[in-house]
Each structure stands twice: as structure tokens, then as C-alpha cells.
């Protein structure tokens, strides 16, 4: 079922190439762009990035901010941990006729981007739902770019998924026992 789910969507890739040029943007450029918007909101968010003492303001919302860099560098060693226990090879390496749109190295399950992307929009979600539904509808769109692009099987972007979202929610689970306010 992981190779049908694959073959869906690769197979919308190597017909236009606009629409290849969008999935590699989506897939390789668009993640940087989701880093620099989470922080823009963060600061708007929490009112710090108009105020005439950033440093204070940093201080007073410390809880949030740390929150937030927790939830996906602890998510970020999680995923590094399973690929170093877990060698699974990227779609391009295991299947024969599959190419694809940029190279990628390293083991592919989980995702990275789907861990790092999913720990990221859920964090933001538990601070305020609205924003966190827009990234977690980017950390989905940079997902599937990535299976349409060749290098992850949906199972390593399910993986991504399970693992960011589970350890959002430990470190607020942990946060909220130490600090009664995040």
C-alpha cells in the first residue's frame, strides 16, 4: 500500500516542467520561507517585535519562545536518532525507474522536513490555533511535494507527522507541569 500511495502521487511529477519546478520549490525552497514567516509571527505574536525593548520583551515571553524551540529541536533529535536506528532507503535508491526532481541524502524514514514541519506547526497551534492550522496545512504541502518529488515514501512522511505531533505535545505536556501558563 506504501508503493500505490507513492506511485499516486510520483506520478504527477516528469508531465510539466512549471509543475516540477513548483514541487521542488515547494519540497526544497518553500520550508525556509515557513521558518521565516513562523518567526515573524512569533514576534507579532507575542508583541515583541514592535516594542522599544526587545531584550525585555524577549525575557517576558520567554516560556512561548522556548516552547516553540523545544518542540522542534527535540523533535529534530528524535528524527536523527530513528534514521540512525532505522536505515531505510529513499524511493529513488529502492525502487527501479523512480527519479527524482533533486537529489537527497541520508536514510529516509522518518522525514525530517515532515518532523521538523509538523513539531513546528503544532507548537505554533497550542499558542494559537488559527495560525497553527496555516502551518500545519504548509507542513502537509511540503510533505506530499516531497513524495511527488521522489525522495520520501508516504510512510516516512506519516512517521514525520506522528513523531513532530508527538513531541509537540510532550513538551507541552512538560511545559504545562513546570509552568501553569504555556
Known amino acids: 500500500m506504501n508503493n500505490n500511495i507513492f506511485f499516486f502521487f510520483y506520478n504527477l511529477a516528469h508531465h510539466f516542467a512549471f509543475f516540477d519546478k513548483l514541487v521542488v520549490f515547494i519540497a526544497d525552497i518553500f520550508p525556509y520561507l515557513v521558518i521565516l514567516s513562523s518567526g515573524l509571527f512569533l514576534a507579532i505574536y507575542l508583541k515583541i517585535s514592535f516594542s522599544k525593548n526587545i531584550f525585555k520583551d524577549l525575557?517576558?515571553?520567554?516560556?512561548?519562545?522556548?516552547?516553540?524551540?523545544?518542540?522542534?529541536?527535540?523533535?529534530?533529535?528524535f528524527d536523527q536518532i530513528l534514521k540512525f536506528l532505522i536505515h531505510t532507503p529513499r524511493p529513488f535508491l529502492a525502487l527501479p525507474n523512480v527519479q527524482a526532481l533533486f537529489s537527497e541524502t541520508g536514510f529516509a524514514f522518518p522525514s525530517g522536513h515532515a518532523t521538523f514541519f509538523s513539531a513546528l506547526a503544532f507548537s505554533i497551534f497550542f499558542l494559537n490555533k488559527k495560525a497553527g492550522y496555516v502551518f500545519m496545512f504548509f507542513a502537509l504541502l511540503i510533505g506530499l511535494a516531497r513524495i511527488i518529488a521522489g525522495v520520501h515514501?508516504?510512510?516516512?512522511?506519516?512517521?514525520?507527522?506522528?513523531?513532530?505531533?508527538?513531541?509537540?505535545?510532550?513538551?507541552?505536556s512538560i511545559f504545562a507541569y513546570f509552568f501553569k501558563n504555556v
Not at 64 to 69: A, P
Not at 158 to 170: E, K, P, R, W
Request: charged residues 15%.
Open 153 to 172: 515514501f508516504p510512510i516516512d512522511i506519516l512517521g514525520g507527522f506522528i513523531l513532530g505531533i508527538g513531541t509537540a505535545y510532550l513538551v507541552k
Open 59 to 77: 525575557l517576558n515571553k520567554w516560556r512561548e519562545i522556548s516552547f516553540v524551540f523545544c518542540s522542534v529541536v527535540f523533535a529534530t533529535v
